[in-house]
T-cell receptor, first 113, second 115 residues
Framework: DAKTTQPPSMDCAEGRAANLPCNHS???????VYWYRQIHSQGPQYIIH???NNETNEMASLIITEDRKSSTLILPHATLRDTAVYYC??????????????FGKGTKLSVIP | DGGITQSPKYLFRKEGQNVTLSCEQN?????MYWYRQDPGQGLRLIYY???????QKGDIAEGYSVSREKKESFPLTVTSAQKNPTAFYLC??????????????FGPGTRLTVL
């Protein structure tokens, strides 16, 4: 799987949009971008995924650049409950490697009142 | 309620003892996984299973063993051969092994401390 690079930490004011960047410059054509988050001492939670088009769901939006070398997860109105470590993961679409999620250290997002 | 349960939440064992961590899911998912997380680190895959009676080693399988006798259950045994077993262990499952878009659903984790 392609390696990802994320900033180790970010702060965001409550109610503002949180924009979390991720670089994946070695991503290949059959790899998807996934985002998970992990609240302290809990299991990770799936947020969103995409291939090349921008995606939106009830939790967040995912913006993928045209060359697919980077992406941004957007939490439109951050709340205190969004404080967590956010992981950006790229994963092959099928085959044996599709079963493995390679988690880096992620970005620790702190939402400040 | 549908979900993944792991028990116990906290587990203490003496060095040299084998210990088995439980993972049960009632989501009717085909695939199940075990990950290990150390403080300040990401998750590392220990074992995964796509179907009953079959499982594959992940990146750090040494010192661990698993079984998949039932679709709902995927217990992990941490053996005395695991040199540094103290960690946070996470179980996950996903629907339809091989499906392209399958996300993984995680349990609450078991924090194992070996004294």
């Amino acid at each position: 799987d392609a390696k990802t690079t994320q900033p180790p930490s970010m702060d965001c004011a409550e109610g503002r949009a949180a924009n979390l960047p991720c670089n994946h410059s070695t991503i290949s054509g059959n790899e998807y971008v996934y985002w998970y988050r992990q609240i302290h001492s809990q299991g990770p939670q799936y947020i969103i995924h995409g291939l090349k088009n921008n995606e939106t769901n009830e939790m967040a939006s995912l913006i993928i650049t045209e060359d697919r070398k980077s992406s941004t997860l957007i939490l439109p109105h951050a709340t205190l409950r969004d404080t967590a470590v956010y992981y950006c993961i790229v994963r092959v679409a099928s085959g044996a490697g599709s079963y493995q999620l390679t988690f880096g250290k992620g970005t620790k997002l702190s939402v400040i009142p | 309620d549908g979900g993944i349960t792991q028990s116990p939440k906290y587990l203490f064992r003496k060095e040299g003892q084998n210990v088995t961590l439980s993972c049960e899911q009632n989501l009717n998912h085909d695939a199940m996984y075990w990950y290990r997380q150390d403080p300040g680190q990401g998750l590392r895959l220990i074992y995964y299973s796509q179907i009953v009676n079959d499982f594959q080693k992940g990146d750090i399988a040494e010192g661990y063993s698993v079984s998949r006798e039932k679709k709902e259950s995927f217990p992990l045994t941490v053996t005395s051969a695991q040199k540094n077993p103290t960690a946070f262990y996470l179980c996950a499952s996903s629907p339809l092994a091989g499906k392209v878009y399958n996300e993984q659903f995680f349990g609450p984790g078991t924090r194992l401390t070996v004294l």
